[in-house]
């Protein structure tokens, strides 16, 4: 999500389809930041106890007086240790030795290396899926032969998880419960409350108070006012361009944004999301929106047993209606996906084996980024939330590292936790084990939607990105040849 509206997209195609439409040459670029009013504030780190010094003060080190005890104290500190010399050398690297030969720290959590002032996730945090989830920092558990995770220079963000998206198991976390801005990816939960409830050939002409109380600057698809359009039209906007305007008028659809509101945080509960609370159904940055990586990759994993959700989330363009010409007919235009381990861009390509699923931007969220990428059987779920390195796509680049690792890696870990299922699939409150039983038959289910085949089916994202770079390769050459020949 983000602001301003979108520009007419450059090599419309669907499903690997060049568009009849003459095609811009160009590249897309992200989906603006949106600026709201509300601006969050940076937590600052905990204390120890309610009203503790910081740490500065309570070792004695801060001001005038703490800073000649710190002399002091590290005088003495130094001509102890020149006493003790070689002693304390060989102290100190035996020590290091035995830590890094244990088993018990092969593969268990550690923590980043971050900048003092960015903020610090929360020392308590909710266990659901596993206690590991709930603890600060990485979380990761190697087996013999597997490859070494991506260290903090390479994932920068603040939250992230990857998982097994069909049989629910975590291959490592980092804080994946850390309660944080959402951005449109947020519009997942919204599609998975609200698209099964309307036909896709379903019409609706939109009216003016359709697209009311959109935050300035939303990210727009460009539906218009007294035209109409059909649901699937609708769903290529929310999903396609992270369109408020699309999402607005499928709510207004659905009685109402308060309405759709109170039914995505019921549904969010029924998904055991508890990280998450709904303020608005399109990600838009309001007081209070939270939620986290690992209710993220629950609405993904709840949504792609929809084979409508799979569709929509794995196309990588299509076209849209656009006005009336003054023959009374619509024209169309292109859209092409936000994702851009779907669609790719200038600086970075498509993911292979990409399905969707859906990304987001905002000033409070940063960027945030939920994928689903297939390599033969095997189907990996990431969700990244807010790196701190502030590089083009870099959302992406983690995700992409997080994916590459969990491919190599998925036979050579020991899952860390896992994704429950919904409340009337598993225990009610899905605060259970790492190891907990296998509940009804949740897992079952998820693998038969994620095996499935067919139009629309998780796994044709595959041939639609595939398509579509072929075709935009074989338009790049004849612009190419046709420069050259002028």
């Given amino acids: 999500m983000g602001s301003g509206s979108i520009r007419p997209s450059g090599g419309a195609l669907f499903r690997g389809v060049l568009s009849a439409t003459g095609a811009k040459r160009g590249t897309f670029s992200d989906v603006p930041t949106t600026f709201s009013a509300f601006t ?49 050398r060989a102290a100190a690297a035996l020590a290091v ?34 206690d590991r989830l709930g603890t600060p920092g990485v979380q990761v558990q190697l087996k013999p032969g597997a490859p070494k995770l991506p260290g903090p220079d390479a994932l920068t963000a603040r ?6 998206a069909a049989s629910g198991k975590v291959l490592a976390a980092k804080n994946p419960h850390w309660q944080l801005a959402p951005a449109s990816t947020l519009k997942m939960l919204f599609a998975d409350t609200v698209l099964p409830k309307f036909p896709k050939n379903q019409k609706h002409t939109v009216k003016p108070a359709d697209l009311a109380g959109m935050g300035v600057g939303s990210s727009l698809v460009g539906i218009k006012e007294n035209l109409t359009y059909t649901v ?27 309405a759709t509101v109170t039914q995505m945080q019921r549904h969010a509960k029924e998904l055991n999301a508890n990280d998450t609370h709904v303020v608005t159904p399109d990600g838009y940055d309001a007081p209070g929106q939270v939620s986290s990586a690992y209710d993220l990759s629950l609405f993904a994993r709840a949504g792609l047993r929809n084979a409508d959700f799979r569709e929509y989330c794995s196309t990588a363009s299509a076209q849209f209606p656009g006005d009336k010409g003054k023959d009374g007919k619509r024209a169309t235009f292109g859209i092409q996906n936000t994702n851009r ?114 139009s629309g089916g998780t796994w044709t994202a595959v041939g639609i990105t595939g398509g579509a770079v072929v075709v935009l390769g074989a338009v790049a050459l004849v612009v190419r040849r046709r420069r050259a020949a002028k």
Avoid: C
């Fill in 232 to 258: 699937h039209d609708l769903w290529l906007g929310v999903f396609l361009r992270s369109g408020n305007d699309a999402v607005h008028t499928l709510s207004a659809m659905n009685g109402g944004t308060k």
């Fill in 341 to 454: 381990l779907l669609s790719g861009d200038y600086d970075i390509k498509p993911y292979p084996g990409i399905a969707g699923v859906k990304n987001g931007s905002t000033t409070n969220a940063g960027s945030t980024f939920t994928g689903m990428a297939q390599r033969g059987d095997r189907k990996l779920l990431v969700t990244v939330m807010h790196p701190e390195k502030a590089v083009h796509n870099e959302a992406y680049r983690e995700a992409a590292k997080l994916l590459d690792w969990g491919f190599a890696a998925a036979d050579k870990v020991e899952p860390v936790g896992r994704l429950v299922g919904p409340r009337s699939e598993d225990d009610g409150t899905g605060a259970v084990s790492a190891q907990g039983k296998r509940h009804k038959g949740g897992q079952g289910s998820t693998q038969a939607a994620l095996d499935s085949t067919g």
């Fill in 97 to 130: 030795s035995g830590l890094l030969a244990s088993p018990l720290l092969a593969g268990t959590a550690y923590a980043d290396q971050k900048d003092p002032k960015a903020p610090a996730p929360p020392a308590k945090m909710s266990r659901i899926g596993g």
């Fill in 159 to 164: 939250s992230w998880i990857i998982s097994d």
């Fill in 40 to 88: 969050a504030s940076v937590p600052a780190r905990p204390s120890t106890s309610p009203g503790a010094p910081d740490a500065l003060d309570a070792s004695g080190t801060s001001g005038p007086a703490g800073a000649a005890g710190a002399s002091r104290a590290a005088g003495a500190a130094g001509r102890a240790a020149v006493r003790r010399g070689r002693s304390l």
